[in-house]
């Protein structure tokens, strides 16, 4: 860690936390960027107007270099925001100038330099190889570095700038590069993934452009009975009351409301911690949160137009973080994900009180944590996945392990449990849909013929992930799910479409005659009318909430962009 | 270079001298110097102290030392005795002859040839010069005299190997380069002692432009074509300059200059695309690049042109070539592979003759060309069970071709559900199998010739007419009990029940039939109204003609075949098109329901390649006056209405915004239907 006061500092990475080590040679000037070099015998460190390579070994600066020769003119400081030490001795340093400059650092001379950009170059990424650079600058601009033989086939190379790319608006903060991409993260609120062509093969799945808006997470919670919505945010939670309508009408109408939706409570987490998980309970009278260090839980009252919000005292204390939360379904439970693939499970007390009951671990035991939960409606399952994508099933009713649902090669993004018939609903990243009998430990039927048929193209080819899973209980051949750019409810009942047909049939479907219809259907009824969806959840039988989040309502509150001239003036 | 600093500094003991350059041993990176004429000196980058340094005290006064790359160091004494550093080493105080008597060298060489490290070096006496070629290995030794010049001396040497021979350029001092060659002999058996050889140069350039000339003092050479000279540009009346220049040996051209204003010592250096010079005090570094010399470089007339080293700096080629590769190792059947990819047209005949050639699949089908059919389909059906393998494709191909060919023998036998399921399941294209929709096209195949309409790329114009001819031929009656896909025609064509209703309720851009007939200001018999708005053809038939639709086709090719369709199949397949025009104008986003419905420039463009084609049948024939006024009146008034659209677009689009405004609402209860 390299601090304001320009010291280095070393810290071992130890099970449960990190523990600091030693101190290194302090100089002055704040260091602002690190690098270690791959054989971790030095570390390079950037300051303004400098930079310097500590050897670890002694602790001590080995060599200190400037990095503001010639530009007198500007007196501006030089500051070195993002440095790379590169295994054969070149130190790469990416400048509020917007230069990338290689030096060596051993001799301490300037190798190479390349002004990529008018305002500043703030990260630079390396690839295993070392044979090319990503940086991303205050413009949004990213550029592709490459190290090329001067001449084909010759031996002198030189570092080339080869690729410009702009898919950000605002700074671009970090960037990483993969084997077969560049990966950029800004503060326009975006992480961009962007194929490499050269590396590809073929034009695939893999190929294209990715961009990223929303974390592939649940923020927004719903209380299917008490009609509320809990709203994550960084550093608040916000409860919404449901409006209603007592109209009906056709499709597209937009009804009048006869109850206006009502914002109940917001609730302000203290201190500078993210909130990091957050649930309602579906009674609508519990509200859990979790920072990275504490858990909040609080009883809701609401009667007539008062709401009262009172926080439950002793709280059990969880040594390791909340990394979701998950009431049971007739709200008497809370389960708790946590550290090393252990679930929690609180009792609910009446009228505010809460009692750890038992502590639920896979018996082979497990390094990661646990990231998603799924209750079953009856109170005897639950599924619980960790890090290492395994999906661990629990019997509530005696506390013990049931099975392992079969490891699959991706993370599971999303999963529940039939309210009916108590059937795991897997959605896997690479948008593999699994369904896994509890009761009888297997996949089941359907599960096989999905897997033997296989899915959609279009539906495999999709961007974002399924973020949740809903069952419609008047129908149990209907899965609801959604992801950021669709909402689709799969009918198990009706076939699967192939390939050559539309998946996205139903404006065709509305224009054909009731006739014609059957011909056309398939399984997966998708609308696209909600976008970007962040959450979607069937209240009840016929009632369907959808939460949209506009990119520029956010867009709007972002600082301006760095002032570019389009044309000369 | 922007930024100097010495990397490392040693030097000598007060009251020695260095007295040669000191050079580098690439191979080993240690430094070589040599002071006071006689002591060597060798270290390396970590020692500090040269006293310290290796040290060798020779019998001989050195004149210089050359390091060569992968050659070692080469010693070149004041006397002209040459040992390589490492024979010297072993013995620092041996005995080194006198090579030459009483002429000094003047400057001196050295390359590689071969593994063999040659050196040259001239020497004067007396207005005589002379060239010496030595190689230390092999202790051979070549004297040469230079021819004589007059009024001018050289001031300047510097030489390359091309092909085994010595190519020395002079620079003199009458503003010229001369160039000498020099073969490299083999035999060493030459005496000593001899009369040197006298050699010829010749003029190679003059280093003068547009009457200043150039007072040159240094001279390297860059490529075959283009030397840099370092010197003085003296021109009558101004002052004299000193400045770098690149000349064009091939065109006798000034490439480039660069003014050195600050004075120079007169030398100059040059390593891997870099002059080294002294530029007052500063040591400059100036990095040059040579184009392949042409005449319009020499003559400064080529501006954009990108040069080849340049496009080498990034790879944007590196899939094609990995392609390449792939298609190296596995040869043929790739290259029939990527054939049927291009669908090259004018390669069918290649393929077709290629194919029994290929590998063992080509051997297989022999054998199977007298087996059984039901053996052949089995053993057919086993090939194509195999893994996909490169060539895949072309087997394929193979396993239809051998398929028809059976068919053509055995008019008897045709296996209709297998080539549905090849074409069906693999990507094949009318050049992998030209034999197949000919023979569909005789059996009466419809289904088939549905099936490769939809997803051969390549078939050619006159194969696509004749299935459009033997659609519009066939028999309704006969075509109802054809099994074929009707999901491109099966949303829009209502042909059992003439269901107005529907209709009348999707009628969703403000066009109605009245529209149209008050625009026209005419009125239309209501009779034949009801006819155009009935299918002309049945289900299965629309189906077939979409397909035919959906194949691709280039204009030029098709319009001599259309040229031939009957005029009543003519005039039935132009009513066809009219019905999918005012069926597509119906809606909004003009497209037709169900899956490979025909888009509305398809029609579109069928109905003009059609009108193009029979227009002197369509004029004469009484049924299609009719047709082709109605057509026109259609056209006509969507052509109005369009317009009209035109003019209230901007209430369209304020409407549009309102609308937006509305939709902005933070919340709302909708009904959205899901079926």
Redesign the interface.
Known sequence: IGCEDGSVKIFQVVPGGIQFERNLDRRKGRVLCLSWHPSDTHIAAGSIDFFRVIDVASGQTVQRVMVNHHVEKTKRECVVWAIALLSRGTVVSADSFGRVQFWDWQQGTLAESHTVSTSAALSLAVSEKEDSIIVGTSTGATYQLQLLPVKLGGLEKRWVRTKPFQFHSHDVRAVAHSPTALISGGLDAQLVIRPLMEKMQKKSYDAALRKFTFPHRRLVSCARKARLLLFQFSQYLELWRLGSTEETGKDGEVLPLCRMPEHLVQLKSKGPEHIYCSCVSPCGTWVGYATASRFHLYRVRCDGDGVSLRKVPKVPKLVPPAYQLQFSADSDSLFVASARGSVHVFQLLEPGGCKHLHTLRPPSGCSEAVYLLAPSADGHWLAAVSGDWAIHIYNLKCFKHHCVVPTYKCAVSALAIHPITNNLVIAYSDQQLFEFSIPEKQYTSWSRAVQSRGLHRAWLERDSPITHIAFNPKNPSHILLHDTYLLCVLDKSLPLPDDSALLMNQSTLKQLPETARKRQLHAFKICKKFQPLLFMDLLDKNCLVVVERPIMDFKTQLPLPVQQKKFGT | I??Q?P?GCWSVKHGQILTCPVVCNFDTHEYIAVHDDKVLRIWKDEDINLDKAFKATLSADVYRIHSLPLGGPVVLFRGGGVRTLDALLEAPQQEIENVISAEVIRWSGAFMEGEQPVLIFTTAKDGDFFVYVQKPKLSSLHKYKLEQQESAKPLCFTAHITNQTVILLCLYSNHSVYQVLIPLQQDTEEEEGEEAEILSKSLLLKLSVSGAVLKGTSLVVLDKDHVAVLGSLAAPGKERRECLTIWNTKFQTLQTSKELPLGTSGQLWCY??KFFLIHGKLLTVIMYKCETSSLAAAVGKLKDRQTP?VS?????N??ED?ELVVSFQSQEPVALKAESRINLRSRRSTVAGEQPETLSVGQLLINLKDAPTYVLETELRKLMAKAPTPDLQATIGCVVTALTDRCKKNPKYYPQNFLQEIVETRDLSYSLCPDLMALALEKKDMHLLQICLERFPDIPEEITYACLKAFLSMSEDHLKSVDVNL?SA??YVDVEFN?TE?KTE?LENGFSAEMDQDMCGTKAPRASRSIDESCPVGLQKAALLNAVLHSAYTETFLLPHLKNLPARQAILFLRYLYYLYVKCSE?VNTTL???RSPTINQIMDWMCLLLDAQFTVMVMLPEAKELLSNLHKFVRAQVRFYSELNKIEGSLRELQRLNLL?E?QT?????????
């Open positions: 922007s930024d600093k990397l891997e695309e080293d080498s700096f990034v790879n944007w590196t899939l990995e999901d099966i949303c269901n529907v999707i809606k329901p169900g899956i509305r902005s919340y709302s209860i909708e009904v959205l239907e899901i079926i």
